[in-house]
T-cell receptor, first 116, second 112 residues
Framework: DAGVIQSPRHEVTEMGQEVTLRCKPI?????LFWYRQTMMRGLELLIY????????DSGMPEDRFSAKMPNASFSTLKIQPSEPRDSAVYFC??????????????FGEGSRLTVL | AQSVTQLGSHVSVSEGALVLLRCNYS??????LFWYVQYPNQGLQLLLK??????LVKGINGFEAEFKKSETSFHLTKPSAHMSDAAEYFC??????????FGKGTMLLVSP
């Protein structure tokens, strides 16, 4: 079975450019999460969707970040305009869970973003 | 509120030695507790999960963890380290009404 699929795996861009990261969750999962991982801050939850609806976006750093989930099989995380401090590995994870925080998270392999 | 503290950002062991990775949690309600492992250039994957059943939880690759309520701990152990265990390990907690809170991670280094 296919796991969580993320694209691109690597992205190098210049400051000010728009970046779009994509995620295809595991079929049948009802929850989707976007995380950011850096050496300094560790693993941070950016946004959490349940049944395609954003439930908690308190981790989104600022208005430059936006996330959408137009259907159960696709989500995007967009950064516009990008800044060097956005350089990180961005993970998408999906889960089948009743109550939040109770189900196993299945992570994609991540998208490594470098903003010059 | 919930939080996780992992003691030691790096732990070094010799191959064949006991592995002990420490995790203490804070939760206002009975917690769900998890250990995840991250190999280089990969996403996290679940090692084991505690959900208020048996206090000793067995996971994949020979790892296990014991829930100790009195110590608010959920330490991860493995009797004999293998080179392939070298990775970063994350402890995580949830109240069951909120998303997971992850610890900062502990890098396990295994020397021959």
């Amino acid at each position: 079975d296919a796991g969580v699929i993320q694209s691109p795996r690597h992205e190098v861009t210049e400051m000010g450019q728009e970046v779009t990261l994509r995620c295809k969750p595991i079929s049948g999962h009802n929850s989707l999460f976007w995380y950011r991982q850096t050496m300094m801050r560790g693993l941070e939850l950016l946004i959490y969707f349940n049944n395609n609806v954003p439930i908690d976006d308190s981790g989104m750093p600022e208005d430059r970040f936006s996330a959408k989930m137009p259907n159960a099989s696709f989500s995007t995380l967009k950064i516009q305009p990008s800044e060097p401090r956005d350089s990180a590995v961005y993970f998408c994870a999906s889960s089948l869970q009743g109550r939040p925080g109770t189900g196993e998270l299945f992570f994609g392999e991540g998208s490594r973003l470098t903003v010059l | 509120a919930q939080s996780v503290t992992q003691l030691g950002s790096h732990v070094s062991v010799s191959e064949g030695a006991l592995v002990l990775l420490r995790c203490n949690y804070s939760s206002s309600v009975p917690p769900y507790l998890f250990w995840y492992v991250q190999y280089p250039n990969q996403g996290l994957q679940l090692l084991l999960k505690y959900t208020s059943a048996a206090t000793l939880v067995k996971g994949i690759n020979g790892f296990e963890a014991e829930f100790k309520k009195s110590e608010t701990s959920f330490h991860l152990t493995k009797p004999s380290a293998h080179m392939s265990d070298a990775a970063e390990y994350f402890c995580a907690v949830s109240s069951g009404y909120s998303t997971l809170t992850f610890g900062k991670g502990t890098m396990l280094l295994v020397s021959p």
